[in-house]
């Protein structure tokens, strides 16, 4: 699936969980279960609780998704 086909939603990190896996409360009410992208692995860019992220998310399984980008 390419980028362009992912659904992009905005949010704040709630809780960090084991793993790397991050819970994130959208701005529609939804929570999701999101991991770093591999850019932002490579890249070395921290996320904390309380940051504001963009996540990109699959229409087939809307509980997991990618944290792409962080939010200023």
């Given at each position: 699936m390419s980028r362009d086909d992912l659904i992009r939603l905005?949010?704040?990190?709630?809780?960090?969980?084991?793993g790397g896996t991050m819970e994130i409360?959208?701005?529609e009410g939804l929570k999701i279960k999101g991991?770093?992208?591999?850019?932002?692995?490579?890249?070395?860019?921290?996320?904390i609780i309380g940051d504001r992220v963009q996540i990109s998310v699959s229409p087939y399984?809307?509980?997991?998704?990618?944290?792409?980008?962080?939010l200023k």
């Open positions: 905005e949010g704040v990190v709630t809780k960090m969980l084991g409360a959208c701005d991991v770093l992208s591999g850019r932002m692995k490579k890249n070395k860019i921290k996320v399984d809307t509980a997991h998704g990618l944290i792409t980008y962080r």
